[in-house]
């Protein structure tokens, strides 16, 4: 068994709070960005933080943290391009190993610690990505999802909900903003079969921390989907972050979850277990959609009630397969 | 940008690695509204420590190390987001329009 | 001391995967394309036999075949891959990053023709397409000298000084699959002892601190490679590099010749190869294997008492320009001869280099002429060589005009 049930650890904030700070302040992230406060929690997750490598993929976190000569990161660190951070870190995990073998290396091996974002996970990266679950190198890749090309501008991506306005996919006359559905991206990477996937939320921090520590301690590859909510790309005012993304995981637009890869098992976490207990705690899409500037087209200048409802039916047919899949039906 | 004297290409490490850490460049001025904590309404529960995307909120420890004593905004990097304030479950953090 | 070696009947690619064996790099990611595929096949042998402690990585790409280099190599290994054509062209964006991160990489080239349309034969497009991608490159003439050149590679590449990847070029097919008799060490441990047991990662100076230039988590202060620099700091990482590059021609000679001293085999100065060049009114400039065939042809002549010289460049970048004006100087006829597409320019880029070179001579050759040859695998047999040199004597002696550039071996 892999997965949080396994993790002989009950984390508190104060023990979170006295660990200390491998992402460093004066970064230049926007503000009420939430990738700070994923990378923040994946960092005082791992079991050993000081013998951890970090590779990231091009994009916001990347170009935010390491404006020349300044630096955020209190670890080593490495970005090589925007489509190949698993690829580079396929290499600095095979590089230790053989370092190992011939005795210039020490001791355990490295954490491999990969954040990459939307663009560079579900689109540009995704191949590189898969190749190297498939090759079963032992590293954590920490998908921080914002929904959209941020550090470009706000273009859509396959992980762009459905109906969202980005810049490529305006709200126009026409077309409503993005007209597909978002890509099932945990799925893809649970048909590797070898890899732990988890789906966190920083909102529910105790159950986020817990999976980067089921990842660490699973002997191969860990997939880790957290929503990150964008204020300048979603169009809400920064103070509303964690409310959004708690209502993220509370509407099942991105439950919480986690698939077992020796058990095959898929297995629903905290509030979206509770959820799945108590179906009426599900909430409405709506509260979710109507605090963000990227769906004001479904509201204003008049309510499209059949686009929200069409949201609607699709997230609970996603909920229901997902229930499925973790035996509730 | 650098923010800081423009050096030479042979008074640089090479390879492009970077040569200070990023709590030299203070963010604090990117704020329009600082958080203002009401220490007695604050219980300590940590919520804004572990929200904060800024690493801008600073916990004072007892003296045995066990239990926050008092936690503080650190001016020199909060951008004012404002998800402390709305986090708080005690409504103890004000947002203030910044006067500079 | 010249050290024992046997002789093994080797391909060129066999070749490098023999010093590959003999070097041991930590790390090896590639992924196959013809003609570069007997590299790793034959090192993938010896990573199953347990001949090596390598870690062979079996990418899905090219592209991820350089990623990965960059990974390991930052982490203080060293790394070395294979490719040629289309593959060479899907790692491009990377060799860039490579060079920038100062990764000594090495990457072996079995060069052939770029898709469209797709051809798996040599010319010298690929590697051309990434002159100035900020690596050192080195063109070899056969398999003996891929097997040689892939040992002094790595010597180069980590020179302290140096820190910048390398390319070995090897004609693909007619080096890569061609055999021969292969000089390889009888002892590993002589090529160890050549270019180190493991990688020397270099030291930085880092907040007052003496720092791994690498991954290392148990550096004083942790290394952030890779970052964004804007327009106020991009410029002065270049003028590093080309700093760096500067340094090159001086190293390449000096592990040529301290490689002179452990195996009893030198390439010219490291940088050229000269071949009678010093008493001749014509000299053919060309690079890989089609030298061999050139000095076939010219023996001949020279027998005849035709003063014909051939002048290898085996080092292509940097450009060996110094030894060029030294070798060229005062010659009645230079013909460059290169294997690469030239669309839409004056000639292709050997010759272009050349000239560049001997224009800032007071005493220019006479006539520089641009020889197209080879493109797709086209041959380049004696007979063609025969009619060019034909060509170059007449236009010696005035009897035909000199041109800019001509295509050898195209039906016209």
Not at chain 1, 161 to 170: D, N, R
Not at chain 3, 157 to 186: C, Q, R, W, Y
């Amino acid at each position: 068994m892999v997965g949080v049930n396994e993790v002989k650890w009950t984390p508190t904030l104060i023990e979170l709070a006295r660990k200390p700070d491998y992402f460093l302040p004066g970064h230049r992230m926007c503000a009420g960005c939430a990738a700070p406060v994923i990378v923040k929690l994946t960092l005082k997750a791992l079991p050993d933080p000081d013998n951890v490598v970090v590779v990231n993929a091009t994009g916001c976190l990347e170009v935010a943290s390491t404006i020349y000569p300044y630096t955020s990161w209190k670890r080593p660190w490495i970005h090589n391009a925007f489509e190949n951070a698993a690829a580079t870190a396929s290499g600095v995990e095979a590089a230790f190993k053989a370092l190992k073998a011939k005795g210039v290396w020490k001791g355990d091996l490295p954490t491999v610690v990969v954040f990459g974002g939307d663009g560079g996970t579900y689109d540009i990266g995704l191949q590189s990505l898969s190749g190297a679950l498939e090759r079963g190198h032992k590293l954590i890749y920490v998908l921080y999802d914002n929904e959209a090309y941020m550090n470009t501008g706000i273009q859509r991506c396959s992980s762009t909900p459905q109906y969202a306005a980005t810049t490529t996919t305006p709200a126009g006359r026409v077309i409503p903003g993005k007209p597909e559905w978002k890509k099932p991206i945990g799925f893809i990477v649970a048909a590797h079969h070898n890899v732990y996937v988890a789906t966190v939320n920083p909102y529910f921090w105790a159950d986020f921390v817990k999976k980067i520590r089921a990842a660490a301690e699973y002997e191969g590859p860990a997939f880790i989907h957290a929503i990150s909510v964008c204020p300048r790309g979603w169009r809400h005012e920064s103070k509303l972050t964690m409310t959004i993304s708690r209502l993220a995981t509370e509407t099942c637009l991105h439950p919480l979850w986690e698939f077992d890869p020796e058990t095959r098992e898929y297995r629903i976490t905290d509030r979206s277990l509770y959820i799945a207990k108590h179906p009426d705690k599900k909430v409405p899409v709506e509260e979710y959609l109507k605090l963000q500037g990227r769906f004001r087209h479904l509201f204003k200048p008049v309510r499209r009630d059949h686009l929200i409802k069409e949201i609607q039916e699709k997230v609970d047919k996603e909920w229901e397969y997902l229930l499925r899949l973790a035996g509730f039906k | 940008m650098s923010g800081a004297e423009l050096r030479k290409w042979n008074e640089v490490p090479i390879a492009g690695v970077p040569w200070k850490f990023s709590t030299e460049y203070k963010t604090g001025d990117w704020r329009s509204e600082r958080p203002v904590i009401d220490h007695g309404k604050c219980t300590k529960c940590l919520f804004c420590y572990i929200y904060c995307p800024e690493m801008a909120i600073k916990v004072h420890w007892t003296s045995d190390g066990s239990k926050p004593e008092k936690v503080e905004v650190d001016y020199n990097f909060c951008k004012g987001c404002g998800i402390c304030a709305n986090v708080c479950p005690m409504k103890a953090i004000n947002m203030e329009l910044e006067r500079r | 001391m010249v050290a024992e070696q046997v002789e093994m009947l080797l391909n060129g690619d066999f070749a490098v995967a023999w010093a590959w064996k003999h070097v041991e790099p930590d790390v090896v990611a590639a992924f196959p394309i013809t003609p570069q595929t007997l590299i790793v096949e034959k090192f993938s042998e010896f990573v199953a036999n347990g001949e090596v402690r390598t870690q062979f990585v079996s990418v899905e790409s090219e592209h991820s075949a350089i990623s990965a280099m960059v990974g390991a190599a930052a982490a203080g290994a060293r790394a070395a891959t294979a490719t040629a054509a289309n593959g060479l062209q899907l790692m491009h964006e990377i060799l860039y990053i490579v060079s920038s991160m100062r990764l000594p990489v090495m990457l072996g080239v079995a060069n052939r023709a770029v898709s469209g349309p797709i051809n798996i034969h040599c010319d010298h497009t690929d590697a051309m397409g990434q002159r100035d991608a900020g690596w050192i490159m080195i063109f070899t003439e056969d398999a003996q000298e891929a097997y040689d050149t892939t040992i002094q590679a790595f010597k180069i590449a980590e020179n302290p000084e140096i820190l910048l990847p390398i390319m070995v070029n090897l004609d693909g097919f007619l080096i890569s699959h061609t055999a021969m008799n292969v000089k390889v060490f009888k002892d590993p441990k002589v090529v160890k002892d050549f270019v180190g047991e493991t990688r020397p990662v270099p030291k930085i100076k880092l907040m007052g601190e003496e720092v791994e230039l690498s991954l290392n988590p148990r550096n004083p202060i942790p290394v952030t490679f890779g970052p964004f620099a804007y327009y106020d700091y991009y410029f002065e990482f270049k003028r590093q590099q080309i700093e760096a590059m500067k340094k090159v021609p001086d190293v390449v000679e000096r592990v040529n010749d301290e490689y002179y001293e452990i195996s009893g085999r030198k390439y010219g100065n490291g940088r050229v190869v000269p071949w009678n060049v010093d008493d001749a009114d014509i000299v053919a400039v060309v690079m890989g294997s089609a030298a061999g065939t050139m000095r076939y042809v010219a023996r001949k002549y020279r027998e005849r008492g035709v003063k014909i010289g051939i002048l290898r460049v085996r080092m292509f970048r940097p450009f060996p320009w110094r030894d060029l004006q030294e070798l060229l100087r005062g010659k009645e006829v230079v013909a460059v001869f290169d294997r690469t597409q030239d669309q839409g320019v004056m000639g292709g880029p050997l010759f272009l280099e050349t000239l560049a070179a001997l224009y800032y001579l007071d005493d220019r050759p006479r006539n520089v002429v641009n020889y197209v040859f080879g493109l797709g695998g086209r041959d380049f047999p004696p007979e063609l060589v025969e009619k060019v040199f034909d060509e170059l004597i007449r236009i010696k002696d005035g009897k035909e005009k000199p041109f800019v550039k001509k295509y050898v071996g195209v039906r016209e």
